[in-house]
């Protein structure tokens, strides 16, 4: 293969994983004109119609998903090999992606690269933080952080943090003008503050479990929100009861601010597991992050 051809796979890959020209163009530092007339010229030369442009979006069409598909793994490796090269390096070097939800990214990924950044300044970790379960070779990510029972089978998963709990609390103002509910059913007849899941829009179902027995209850109250922080600021003001981890209210609980029930249906569950896939290759950096990040209980 010719280094130009090689140069036109490439280019074409950014186009189709983009789905757009000017992204595609602006990522490879060309213009879009250049790239347009690169993925013409693979076109002429394949005989095959690999994009489906419009005047508003760029899609693969069969043949162009066919061969995305076959280039993504095979330039993976090329990149993973060419990081790993870093070896030969007195320090380790080289930027790792990271998908990961508020949560994990607070409490468990950034006071592990609080220590390790300062000490390999050639390193650099970017974090974006989203709820949803993100396709790792999709978004160009390195790796993910999400809970254990969500993650692929064909993926490797290191365990990084503890086990967790969930808890739901309520202010003292609250429970003034009501009863604390017995079990999750009592849910039911309280103002509840929910939160709407980033990816496929439904309303969280509150789930528990007590002696092996779990439930699940839909809530309803006056107030939805797609993040913890306004939850904390609705719950301190009384407006209804809240279901977080525990870790975010632990203090509040602690000096009386909110108060926790049903904490006998609330047990805890497997925590958070850094997750790549299988056929990477690991850098010298990302073995670090790697070894910094896993989980040694105390």
Known sequence: MKRDELGDLAAFLMVAEERSFTRAAARLGTSQSALSHTVRRLETRLGLRLLVRTTRSVAPTEAGEKLAATLRPA?????????????????????????????????????????????????????????????????????????????????????????????????????ATRPAPRTPHDLTGHACINIRLPTLGNLYAWEFEKDGRALNVRVEGPLIVNGSELMLVAALSGLGLIFVMEDQVEAMIADGRLVPVLEDWCPTFGGYHLYYPSRRQPTPAFALLVEALRYRER
């Open 75 to 175: 330039f993976d490796e090329i990149e993973g090999r060419i990081e790993a090269l870093g070896e030969l390096r007195d320090r380790p070097s080289g930027n790792i992606r990271i998908t990961a939800g508020e949560h994990s990214a607070r409490t468990v990924l950034w006071p592990a690269l609080a220590k390790l950044l300062p000490q390999y300044p050639d390193i650099c970790v970017e974090i974006a933080t989203d709820h949803r379960l993100v396709d790792l070779a999709e978004g160009r990510f390195d790796a993910g952080v999400r809970l254990g029972e969500h993650l692929a089978g064909d993926m490797i998963a290191v365990p990084i943090g503890p086990d967790l709990r969930m808890v739901v609390v309520g202010s003292p103002a609250y429970f």
